[in-house]
């Protein structure tokens, strides 16, 4: 069974930074890409970023590039998401989860890229973090 442990998230104030971490059990990384999500209350969820550990390949949501950063750490199976210049709008539960076969791979960073949700793509979620971005 996957699961993962999501940590990092804070109350911070708008242009500021953040590291969430999201880590793995149960999951071989090689063959999986992993993706952080958000959900506000009332909006709906939205894919931020994706990295596939195979080449490290990289997508994020327009909303969110140039400011953050997605990373992989193999030997701790452990995903990074940097966040910096935050802004109010980027308040939400924050959460990660896996793709686990290549095609569902290619749809996940695909739809990331989009701005769409590529939530369909996966197929195993962690609980969250929570974000709050002050003004």
């Known amino acids: 069974e996957v699961q993962f442990v999501e940590s990092g998230g804070d109350l911070v104030q708008a242009g500021g930074s953040l590291r969430l971490s999201c880590t793995a059990s149960g999951l071989t990384f090689d063959d999986y890409a992993i993706g952080w999500f958000r959900q506000a209350p009332g909006k709906e969820r939205e894919g931020v970023s994706c990295?596939?550990?195979?080449?490290?390949?990289?997508t994020y949501a327009p909303s969110v590039r140039g400011r953050f950063s997605i990373t992989g750490d193999k030997a701790k199976k452990t995903v990074y998401l940097q966040m910096n210049s935050l802004k109010p709008e980027d308040s939400a539960v924050y959460f990660c989860a896996a793709a686990q076969s290549p095609p569902r791979v290619r749809i996940a960073l695909i739809k990331t890229a989009q701005g769409g949700d590529p939530s369909s793509a996966y197929e195993s979620w962690g609980k969250g973090t929570q974000v709050t971005v002050a003004s």
């Open positions: 990295l596939r550990y195979s080449d490290n390949a990289t």
